[in-house]
């Protein structure tokens, strides 16, 4: 059978219940309540209650829910005109920034449950915002406990779904689910078996903790809406709590006046903490009960007290109708991932021993395949011939043998393509690497030094046919100048609107050992709405081909106004243009 958990935690009291069952039918294993003592780090002070009510007690690893007091959070209808929950989900933060002024939007997690829609029309929403700290508080409290929530809500959807459970809503009425918190009040209005509202009463039954020494900010603390209050003797807890009970009937009644139901409202189902005088009279002519039926219940749990811990589990069993999700955005995706570590961590070592084993098969046979030319060394199995161990070629060796009968000359066989006379030297090596005598060189080198030896030849042979000559050919005229265009063409619009009115370029002979080098002389007019500019485009150009590794040395020539002020011009602008160094094209 399966087994889920629900856990409730307010400000100064906790309930948890375990389910065994299916949610069609269950009972609860387990069911406890306490109080949460006052301490400097409120999460420890919780997770420690929560441990030790719970301790020798085995829980389900994943069926845990959470249910957190509807004090924390704000309640808001929204409308929006259209019913796909996608784009409900893209939206619905910026739909109601503007109507949660005491929050900034990137701090609360925002749920909305659907009231009423129509299909691809309209769709109206109760939506929720909670603080993430707040929250994010209470799921740590349940993590140090042992018992990480899988899902979080609020209890208005918690005690919505217990109520449904046990039978108490009805197709034909509406109903007040009341829970009375320590701190808070929770109600939600239900009609003909539909969620109709919900709303937070900041009023609670916990009268008797006593006040700390200072205040607090702690974050299970919900001092914005309630001071705790000082220790008071039996009588006077007695008179809060009847004064307590009269703002909660007031607090009703305007609920019950407010209440836009079509069904008129049969009852107030009250659970949570017990207040003399709550359920004494009707509100407004509507009688209150208690919240009992609750199937598989602890006959101990008077007035249904663990119900919104019973719903939060009661969820996790696949049932309830409400599906509250807080534990959104960073909340959810951490608590997927956290469950998802223990088969990673498996799968990665899993990975690393195959890539492990992978690599020494791999280096084996790379190392295999280098040996020299008689290899008794095999890498994962053995050939045995006559009872020893047969020996075999490397891979390379094979190469080298097969590129040696493929160029050297073979009487038998005969083909345009082999060498004629190769030299004394490339015939000697040549033995010496099929022996495996070169000791010096691994497989590789031998092939790489056969390779050298081959082109020793080929360059002697070029020289013998005069296909290599020691005369250098004079530097190109007409390279220096492409070099100095090509320059002059990639500044763009850095040297502005340009004219070029004479260009030559010849080859000069070097003297006192320079390099021959190409002298390359423009007549250059640069136009300008000013002096100024064009002058700065001359200067631009000038110290671009003076920062080439090619330009041996350029002549600035004095520059002349356009007449009517439309740039300058400078004439015989002389270049040195050394062409043995400039880049090489490769190909």
């Known amino acids: 059978m399966a087994k889920s958990c629900g856990i409730h935690i307010g400000q100064r009291r906790f309930e948890v219940v375990v389910l065994d069952g299916s949610a069609k039918k269950h009972k609860v294993v387990f069911q406890q309540s306490g109080d949460i003592p006052l301490g400097e780090d409120p999460i420890t002070s919780t997770a420690l209650a929560i441990k030790e009510a719970t301790k020798g007690k085995k829980f389900p690893g994943e069926n845990i829910g959470l249910a957190v007091d509807s004090g924390l959070a704000a309640y808001r209808t929204l409308s929006l005109p259209f019913d796909d929950h996608s784009k409900i989900e893209d939206v619905i933060k910026f739909e109601v920034e503007s109507q949660l002024p005491q929050w900034d939007i990137d701090d609360v997690i925002v749920d909305f449950l659907t009231l009423n829609s129509t299909p691809g029309v309209e769709s109206n929403l109760l939506v ?80 008797t903790a006593p006040a700390p020494a200072e205040p607090s900010d702690d974050l299970l603390d919900d001092d914005e809406h309630e001071e705790r209050e000082p220790a008071m003797n039996p009588a006077a807890i007695e008179q809060r709590r009847q ?14 006046s407010a209440a836009s139901t079509q069904n008129p409202i ?29 199937p598989g219940a602890d006959a101990a749990d008077e007035g249904g007290a663990c119900a919104v811990a019973y719903g939060a589990a009661l969820r996790r069993l696949g049932g309830g109708v409400l599906k509250g999700t807080l534990r959104r955005e960073e909340l959810r995706y951490s608590g997927k991932f956290e469950r998802l570590e223990l088969p990673l961590a498996v799968l990665s070592l899993l990975l690393l021993t195959i890539l492990g084993v992978q690599l020494l098969i791999t280096k084996r046979e790379i ?42 000359p073979n009487p038998d066989d005969e083909y345009p393509g082999r060498l004629s ?68 063409d990639g500044l763009g ?50 110290n671009a081909l003076e920062a080439e590794r090619w330009c041996q040395d350029f002549e600035r020539k004095p520059t002349k106004p356009i007449e009517g002020g439309q740039g300058i011009y400078a004439d015989g602008i002389t270049i040195q243009v050394d062409v043995s160094k400039a880049p090489k094209e490769e190909g």
């Open 128 to 207: 929720t915002a909670v603080p993430k700290d707040r929250l994010e508080a209470r799921i740590r409290a349940c993590e140090r406990a042992g018992l990480e929530p899988y899902e979080a809500e609020l209890d208005t959807t918690a005690l919505f779904n217990a109520a449904q459970q046990a039978g108490i809503l009805s197709d034909d009425g509406a109903q007040v689910l009341v829970h009375v918190g320590d701190a808070s009040t929770s109600v939600v209005v239900v009609d003909g078996g539909q969620l109709n509202a919900m709303r937070a009463i900041h009023t609670g039954a916990g009268v």
């Open 493 to 542: 619009e850095q040297v502005g609107r340009f004219g070029l009115r004479g260009m030559t370029a010849n080859t000069s002979q070097g003297r006192s050992g320079q390099n021959d080098y190409v002298l390359v002389k423009l007549d250059v007019d640069f136009f300008a709405n000013d002096d100024v500019v064009a002058t700065r485009h001359y200067n631009d150009l000038a």
């Open 421 to 488: 006379a190769p030299s004394d030297e490339l015939v000697a090596y040549r033995k010496r690497a099929e022996a495996g005598l070169d000791e010096d060189r691994t497989k590789m080198e031998e092939l790489l030094n056969i390779r050298r030896l081959l082109a020793i030849d080929i360059d002697r042979l070029k020289r013998e046919l005069g296909q290599i000559s020691e005369v250098e050919q004079p530097q190109s005229a007409l390279e220096g100048l492409t070099l100095v265009l090509e320059v002059i």
């Open 266 to 294: 049969e009852a107030v189902y009250v659970t949570g903490l017990q207040l003399s005088g709550l359920m004494d009279e009707p509100i407004q002519e509507v009688p209150v009960r208690p919240f009992e039926g609750l």
């Open 243 to 256: 004064e307590i009970a009269r703002r909660l009937r007031r607090e009703l009644g305007r609920t019950i």
């Open 367 to 408: 190392g295999w395949r280098g040996e020299g030319s008689l290899s008794t060394e095999w890498p994962w199995y053995v050939f045995w011939e006559k009872g020893e161990r047969a020996p075999r070629k490397g891979d390379l060796q094979i190469w080298l043998e097969a590129s040696n009968a493929f160029m050297f």
